[in-house]
C-alpha cells in the first residue's frame, strides 16, 4: 500500500497535503531548545516556533520542554526519518515527501489536557521529491493521534502518562544539577 496524492494537489503551487499519523514518544530525556547543541539550536528554534504560532503560542527556549516522537501509518514506519513514498493518482509516477528532521521533537504543551486516543492536528513544512530531485515546497497538515500503547514502548505506559512521568524526571535532573553548581 502506498500513499496517493492527486496530481492536482501536486499540481499547486504550495500544496497542502492531508495526512493522518499516529503518534508515540520515544521515552528518551525532555529537552529546551537551549539543551540543543549550539549549532542546531537555529533551524530547532525556527521550526519549534512555526509549529506553536499556528496554535497562537510563543517558543520560550529556555523553559519549554521538548519530547521525541515517532509519526506513524501503515505508510511510513517513521515519518521524520523515513520521509513517505507516495503515488500519484492517475499518473504512473511517485515520490516522497520529507519534513525536517527536527520534527522529531514537538512541544509537550502541544499535548497538554490530551491522552491516549486524542488527536491533534500540527502543520509542519514539507519537502516533495520527483525523480531524485526537490520539486516544490509543501505543507504536511498531520492528524495526529496519540497511541503510546499500540507501538514500540507500549511497556512504559499510556501517552499522557509517560509524558507525565518524563516531565518530571526532567526537573528532578534539572533540580540535581542546580544543586551540584551551588
Given amino acids: 500500500m502506498s500513499f496517493k496524492i492527486a496530481s492536482s494537489v501536486l499540481n499547486q503551487n504550495h500544496p497542502v497535503i492531508d495526512l493522518s499519523l ?10 529546551t531548545v537551549n539543551d540543543v547543541f549550539e549549532s542546531f539550536r537555529p533551524s530547532y528554534e525556527r521550526v519549534m516556533k512555526d509549529v506553536l504560532a499556528q ?26 526519518d523515513h520521509g513517505l513514498n507516495f503515488d ?3 499518473s504512473d509516477k511517485g515520490g516522497i515527501i520529507s519534513i525536517p528532521n527536527e520534527l522529531s521533537f514537538l512541544p509537550i ?9 486524542d488527536k491533534v492536528d500540527v502543520d509542519v513544512p514539507a519537502w516533495i ?16 493521534t496519540l497511541d503510546q500503547k499500540d507501538y514500540r514502548y507500549r511497556r512504559y505506559g499510556d501517552f499522557s502518562s509517560l509524558l507525565n512521568t518524563l516531565a518530571i524526571n526532567y526537573e528532578f535532573e534539572h ?5 551540584a553548581a551551588i
Fill in 88 to 90: 500519484v493518482v492517475d
Fill in 22 to 31: 499516529n503518534v508515540f514518544i520515544v521515552p528518551n530525556s525532555l529537552m
Fill in 175 to 179: 533540580q540535581k544539577k542546580e544543586a
Fill in 55 to 80: 496554535k497562537g503560542e510563543e517558543l520560550d527556549n529556555e523553559n519549554d520542554l521538548l519530547v521525541q516522537l515517532w509519526y506513524t501509518n501503515g505508510d511510513t514506519e517513521n515519518l521524520s
Fill in 109 to 117: 504543551k502541544l499535548f497538554d489536557g490530551l491522552g491516549e486516543g
Fill in 129 to 144: 521529491y520527483q525523480e531524485g530531485q526537490h520539486k516544490k515546497n509543501a505543507t504536511l497538515r498531520l492528524h495526529l
